[in-house]
């Protein structure tokens, strides 16, 4: 059986896939039982998610870039 | 992006349209940063980026479309920020700061592995009903500024950007078990800081 605390040592490579067969049934099997792990591997999801979810910072002055860019590009052919 | 609208995209780009380099930038620009500033840190992060789309510019007739665009800016990206990049970075990669919530470590745990103080039940179950407190938002975003530079870089790969970790790896040049590492404690401190937010309700 894991201890919780190794349950929150593998909680990132069990939620990317990381783990081997046998780690991962070990795994279940905890979470089967242990309520409190439950809840943090459903919060480790749902803070992935915020992370996921914030708003883009705008990249500053793109439209310049874009212009220059384009230029360049437009450039490179006349050469 | 796939198939025949990426056909019609780069052809745009190879026209040299503007409105094509400013959905190219406003889709791409943040992933590039990212893979930037794990390579060089913050300071030469910014000049890395224009390096790189000068580089894009350059090699745009001549991308073969082996990889996807978008791999092939972030690998485009990568080089152009390793040619910039003079110091030890090996040194830095697994230094770790502190995070103003701290983490889940090791004093959240009695002797015998079991939870000392049981994860606090959240409020909310959706992250749009998280985000919708501004200042929960400003909170993770204070949290996120304050990774270092690695762990940082591979959570926003990795959670914004969808990468896989081996892509991840291969852009960083660092090993698998060290993205391991670094997302896993980017992950906590995220874990941690919206924790204490739902439990106090201040950051």
Redesign the interface.
């Known amino acids: 059986m894991l201890t919780c605390k190794e349950m929150v040592a593998r909680s990132s490579d069990y939620l990317d896939g990381e783990l081997t067969l046998g780690g991962r049934l070990l795994a279940r099997q905890h979470l089967l039982f242990c309520r409190n792990c439950r809840r943090f591997i459903k919060q480790m999801r749902l803070a992935q998610a915020a992370v996921r979810a914030l708003p883009e910072a705008p990249v500053p002055d793109a439209d310049a870039l874009a212009k220059d860019l384009a230029a360049q590009r437009r450039a490179q052919d006349k050469r | 992006m796939t198939g025949t609208h990426e056909t019609e995209f780069l052809e745009r ?10 959905e ?3 889709t791409y ?2 992933a590039m940063r990212a893979v930037a500033y794990a390579i060089v840190g913050s300071r030469q992060a910014d000049e890395a980026v224009q390096d790189a ?2 580089a ?3 090699s ?2 001549g991308f073969q479309r082996r990889s996807s665009l978008k791999t092939w800016l972030l690998t485009i990206t990568a080089n152009a920020a390793k040619n910039r990049y003079k110091q030890n970075r090996r040194e830095v990669l697994l230094d770790d700061l502190p995070s103003p919530h701290g983490s ?1 470590g ?1 004093d ?2 009695a002797a ?4 000392r103080v ?2 606090f ?2 409020h ?5 009903a ?2 919708s407190e501004d200042e929960l ?1 400003q909170c ?2 204070h949290t ?1 500024l304050s990774l270092p530079q690695f762990q940082s870089s591979v ?1 926003i790969l990795r ?2 950007q969808g990468l896989e ?1 081996e892509e991840i790896c291969n852009l960083l040049e660092i090993s698998l078990s060290n993205v ?1 590492v670094l ?2 404690r980017a ?1 906590l401190k ?2 941690a800081t ?2 204490h937010f739902e439990e106090t309700g201040q950051c």
């Open positions: 780009l190879l026209a040299g349209e503007q409105q094509a380099f400013k190219l930038v406003d620009q943040s789309w000068l894009v510019v350059r745009l007739p889940i090791d959240r745990f015998d592995g079991h939870w049981a994860p039940a959240w909310e179950d959706t992250p749009e998280l985000l938002r993770l975003e996120l959570l959670e914004r970790l391991r997302l896993h992950r995220v874990f919206l924790e």
